[in-house]
């Protein structure tokens, strides 16, 4: 694959048009939900967009660490707090690797017969 092939589609207003037209109460629905959830509110716009940032790492949608950095910067987050927010998303996603690591332990212990029972109380 060469570096200028794409993966993934680029997004263009026939692709959007044709969601639209495939489920159009859906879209207008999902339009609307997304509109009231980046709203301001009792978190501002701009954190909203950060915090959108940083899942969009964890999903790993490409469209959405484009659409969602954009839409920081116009919210007014710099590049510092955009790239803070992407290391808070990498801190969580090692995290939870990190964590889950007691069920490999658990089954280690389990299937090696070395398992033994919390004492009560």
């Known amino acids: 694959m060469s570096e200028r092939e794409q993966i993934?589609?680029?997004v263009t207003r026939e692709f959007a048009e044709?969601?639209?037209?495939?489920?159009p109460k859906t879209a207008e629905a999902f339009k609307a939900f997304s509109q009231s959830v980046f709203a301001d509110g009792a978190i501002?716009?701009?954190t909203k967009q950060l915090i959108a940032v940083a899942v969009a790492h964890v999903t790993q949608c490409p469209y959405c660490i484009r659409g969602h950095t954009k839409l920081a910067l116009?919210?007014?987050?710099t590049s510092e707090q955009i790239?803070?927010?992407?290391w808070v998303a990498a801190e969580m996603r090692a995290?939870?690797?990190y964590a889950h690591s007691i069920l490999a332990l658990d089954t280690i212990a389990?299937?090696?017969?070395?398992?033994?029972?919390?004492k009560a109380g």
């Open 110 to 118: 389990e299937t090696q017969g070395l398992r033994t029972e919390p």
């Open 74 to 77: 116009q919210k007014g987050a």
């Open 8 to 10: 993934y589609p680029t």
């Open 18 to 23: 044709q969601r639209k037209s495939l489920a």
């Open 83 to 86: 790239m803070e927010a992407i």
């Open 95 to 97: 995290g939870g690797a």
């Open 44 to 46: 501002p716009a701009k």
